[in-house]
């Protein structure tokens, strides 16, 4: 998907994080459709890990490049 733009970065030497987050892994495990409103509800759920997660990311690099420095 990105393929392009990780090539051009990588030329500049830039750094690159990518996540994938998945609001309907149960999508076509039972015989009903999930719903628009059950993905928007499970993505809400884990709505504050992802921040966390971001956040800390975040810190590290910040981290890594305040060492760096």
């Not at 393929?3 to 750094?15: G, H, N, V």
């Not at 997660?53 to 810190?59: E, M, N």
Request: proline content about 0%; hydrophobic content about 45%.
């Amino acid at each position: 998907m990105f393929k392009k733009e990780l090539q051009e970065d990588a030329k500049l030497e830039m750094r690159n994080l990518v996540l994938s987050i998945l609001s309907n892994y149960a999508s076509g495990i039972t015989k009903s459709e999930l719903t628009h409103e059950e993905v928007i509800e499970n993505a809400a759920k884990f709505g504050k890990e992802i921040i966390s997660l971001l956040l800390g990311i975040i810190a590290q690099l910040k981290l890594e490049n305040d060492i760096k420095s």
